[in-house]
């Protein structure tokens, strides 16, 4: 959301954690558990409002301050009542979870999409008048699933875009197998971890192994695990920029997690809990890192058009800003 704002700053940019727009939503944060691990509060709203402070950002958390003209949302699972009746965008912001029982019986009764208990029915709600997605295969994923494919653009993903920037690192390490890890735990899903670790051991037949833990994790539980089920000298890092690790390693072994799509833009052999055919089908394009501005490039279209939301979308002719795709073929 910052760098897409950086192509608006003509606007008044204002910035808020995703917030429960219900009382229901409400009396789960502060008298339940269930909330804990989520973006909705803890690490991870303190981590978003300690970035928007730090980078001089306007922060009107719940929305209130202004009668807003346009919202850019990250999710459609929680989209305030507020926010209805106003020019609304969504953007993907990384793998969506595979859809479960749960997820098809949330969608098929009406209940509210975040009762899933996951991200599996994220941008495919169809409230939103224009949907911004990671790629072709995203867009026919999401069509499938409930959103009219006349409101998604293909703009590619901010964060997710240019991946050869990461080949030029100064990480220590190199040549190793790494495991990045999921908090499946922490959000109430069942994993067998041990398993999973045996099963990375075994993958990497005796080369390094690099563990990358998941920042919602209980560092001290899943560092104890690794240490008791892995070769001496296995390395484990729970903070460091995680693309650097990616770039550098000669496999790549993920539960569900977004950064496989770092090691299949890199040319990497990777391991996923999806069906990586799937995943490399669903990969986000590269761009050379002009989604935001792509994605900018439609609020600033939407926000100046008078007529109605049909009629933008039969109108608008988005022609993204670079369609780059890098000629990697690393080990």
């Given at each position: 959301?910052?760098?897409?704002?950086?192509?608006?700053?003509?606007?008044?940019?204002?910035?808020?954690?995703?917030?429960?727009?219900?009382?229901?939503?409400?009396?789960?944060?502060?008298?339940?558990?269930?909330?804990?691990?989520?973006?909705?509060?803890?690490?991870?709203?303190?981590?978003?409002?300690?970035?928007?402070?730090?980078?001089?950002?306007?922060?009107?958390?719940?929305?209130?301050?202004?009668?807003?003209?346009?919202?850019?949302?990250?999710?459609?699972?929680?989209?305030?009542?507020?926010?209805?009746?106003?020019?609304?965008?969504?953007?993907?912001?990384?793998?969506?979870?595979?859809?479960?029982?749960?997820?098809?019986?949330?969608?098929?009764?009406?209940?509210?999409?975040?009762?899933?208990?996951?991200?599996?029915?994220?941008?495919?709600?169809?409230?939103?008048?224009?949907?911004?997605?990671?790629?072709?295969?995203?867009?026919?994923?999401?069509?499938?699933?409930?959103?009219?494919?006349?409101?998604?653009?293909?703009?590619?993903?901010?964060?997710?875009?240019?991946?050869?920037?990461?080949?030029?690192?100064?990480?220590?390490?190199h040549g190793y197998v790494?495991v990045a890890t999921s908090?499946?735990?922490?959000?109430?899903?069942?994993?067998?971890?041990?398993?999973?670790?045996?099963?990375?051991?075994?993958?990497?037949?005796?080369?390094?192994?690099?563990?990358?833990?998941?920042?919602?994790?209980?560092?001290?539980?899943?560092?104890?695990?690794?240490?008791?089920?892995?070769?001496?000298?296995?390395?484990?890092?729970?903070?460091?920029?995680?693309?650097?690790?990616?770039?550098?390693?000669?496999?790549?072994?993920?539960?569900?997690?977004?950064?496989?799509?770092?090691?299949?833009?890199?040319?990497?052999?990777?391991?996923?809990?999806?069906?990586?055919?799937?995943?490399?089908?669903?990969?986000?394009?590269?761009?050379?890192?002009?989604?935001?501005?792509?994605?900018?490039?439609?609020?600033?279209?939407?926000?100046?058009?008078?007529?109605?939301?049909?009629?933008?979308?039969?109108?608008?002719?988005?022609?993204?800003?670079?369609?780059?795709?890098?000629?990697?073929?690393?080990?």
């Open positions: 959301m910052h760098q897409i704002s950086k192509y608006l700053d003509d606007y008044d940019c204002w910035f808020s954690q995703l917030f429960p727009d219900n009382p229901f939503l409400k009396i789960i944060i502060k008298h339940t558990p269930l909330a804990k691990g989520t973006v909705l509060t803890g690490q991870f709203k303190e981590r978003s409002e300690n970035y928007l402070i730090q980078h001089g950002l306007q922060i009107d958390y719940g929305g209130d301050r202004y009668n807003y003209d346009l919202v850019v949302n990250c999710t459609d699972m929680i989209v305030a009542e507020k926010f209805r009746k106003t020019k609304t965008i969504w953007v993907q912001e990384g793998m969506i979870d595979k859809r479960t029982l749960i997820s098809s019986i949330v969608k098929a009764t009406g209940l509210p999409p975040y009762c899933s208990g996951d991200t599996s029915l994220n941008g495919s709600t169809n409230v939103c008048d224009i949907y911004c997605a990671a790629s072709e295969g995203y867009k026919s994923y999401l069509a499938k699933h409930g959103t009219n494919a006349k409101k998604i653009f293909i703009t590619g993903i901010p964060n997710y875009d240019n991946h050869v920037e990461f080949l030029g690192n100064d990480f220590p390490h790494m908090d499946m735990r922490e959000t109430y899903r069942f994993e067998n971890r041990i398993e999973f670790i045996k099963q990375a051991v075994k993958i990497a037949a005796g080369r390094q192994l690099l563990f990358k833990l998941h920042p919602n994790e209980r560092v001290n539980r899943a560092v104890a695990e690794i240490r008791k089920h892995t070769p001496v000298g296995t390395l484990v890092y729970h903070t460091g920029n995680t693309n650097h690790m990616i770039a550098n390693c000669c496999e790549l072994i993920t539960q569900y997690s977004t950064v496989v799509y770092t090691g299949i833009a890199l040319g990497k052999k990777v391991h996923s809990y999806f069906d990586v055919n799937e995943l490399k089908r669903l990969a986000p394009v590269q761009n050379g890192g002009t989604s935001a501005k792509n994605i900018a490039r439609i609020c600033r279209s939407y926000l100046n058009f008078t007529g109605t939301k049909d009629e933008f979308l039969s109108s608008f002719n988005f022609q993204p800003e670079s369609t780059l795709q890098p000629e990697v073929q690393y080990a």
